[in-house]
């Protein structure tokens, strides 16, 4: 890995660490996304998926949540704690 995207990487971590909210975290996902593959053509699809709504059910019953970002049959959440 070049030292560029290591930097890249490491001002993708400060920012994200000091994001309050999810979509300001995947906004910042996303670029890091394009700024380390360039003209990626998965990078407009992922954006489409941002905030996509579904339909969960489970034992407390069934309601719409929405996903921080979609991808093919990949589900992305930053939390802020784990």
Not at 50 to 68: A, F, H, P, T, W
């Amino acid at each position: 890995m070049t030292p560029e995207k290591i930097r890249k990487i490491k001002e993708y971590l400060n920012h994200i660490s000091n994001a309050s909210h999810e979509t300001v975290k995947v906004t910042h996902f996303i670029s890091l996304l394009d700024s380390l593959f360039p003209g990626a053509e998965a990078i407009p699809a992922l954006i489409d998926g941002m905030e996509k709504g579904v339909r969960i059910n489970s034992e407390s019953g069934s309601g719409r949540r929405y996903l921080d970002a979609y991808f093919g049959n990949s589900i992305i959440e930053l939390e802020k704690d784990l």
